[in-house]
């Protein structure tokens, strides 16, 4: 079974700097994938950047990055230059391929404040 | 559709009543998922279908809950004699459902279920 912990219940940033979120996993399994998903007060979850374990290089998506540590079992979320529209909750998610069953466990999640 | 629906948004009912929620997923996803969000907690999962047949439904918490997906489209959720622990969101999510790597999972704004 997959286990993920995010450590950061709050977190709060100044409009236009970065901030990381942290999120650590576990898994026996050598082939996962990880994901950062956002989820603002509508509801709905929205996918920010996922990240394959057998890629070495950390994946980014425009204003968003993240830095891959798989000896460490890590997987945080750096977001630069802060929008307003950044301001939601943030949840690491991990899920193996197991034959097309591809459940996700998530996180208890980190919720994000941008100070104007 | 453009995304994945569910209704109702919001669903309240007394206590020991039956309940059905809904999920149209994105059309041609052949893979969908039900997950429950508690208060202040990530999704956790409850189901996965493949098609019309449900490949795992290690997550149901009790013989109160059951899924369908006749026809390999839209799924209705069912909760038979609803308990006051029964209230969170549940979510759906639906993707491609190949064997091939993992695919993203795309959420429906899910349900707020409350029971009185």
């Known amino acids: 079974a997959q286990t993920v912990t995010q450590s950061q219940p709050e977190m709060s940033v100044q409009e236009a700097e970065t901030v990381t979120l942290s999120c650590t996993y576990d898994t026996s399994e050598s082939d996962y994938y990880l994901f950062w998903y956002k989820q603002p007060p509508s509801r709905q979850m929205i996918l920010v950047i996922r990240q394959e374990a057998y890629k070495q290089q950390n994946a980014t998506e425009n204003r968003f990055s993240v830095n891959f540590q798989k000896a460490a079992k890590s997987f945080s979320l750096k977001i630069s230059d802060s929008q307003l529209g950044d301001a939601a909750m943030y949840f690491c998610?991990?899920?193996?391929?197991?034959?097309?069953?591809?459940?996700?466990?998530f996180g208890t999640g980190t919720r994000l404040t941008i100070i104007p | 559709g453009a995304g994945v629906s569910q209704t109702p948004s919001n669903k309240v009912t007394e206590k020991g009543k039956y309940v059905e929620l809904r999920c149209d997923p994105i059309s041609g996803h052949t893979a969908l998922y039900w997950y429950r969000q508690s208060l202040g907690q990530g999704p956790e999962f409850l189901i996965y279908f493949q098609g019309t047949g449900a490949a795992d439904d290690s997550g149901l918490p009790n013989d109160r809950f059951f899924a369908v997906r006749p026809e390999g489209s839209v799924s209705t959720l069912k909760i038979q004699r609803t308990e006051r622990g029964d209230s969170a969101v549940y979510l759906c999510?639906?993707?491609?459902?190949?064997?091939?790597?993992?695919?993203?999972?795309?959420f429906g704004p899910g349900t707020r279920l409350t029971v009185l």
């Open positions: 998610a991990v899920t193996i391929s197991n034959f097309g069953n591809e459940k996700l466990t």
């Open positions: 999510a639906s993707s491609l459902g190949g064997l091939a790597g993992v695919d993203t999972q795309y």
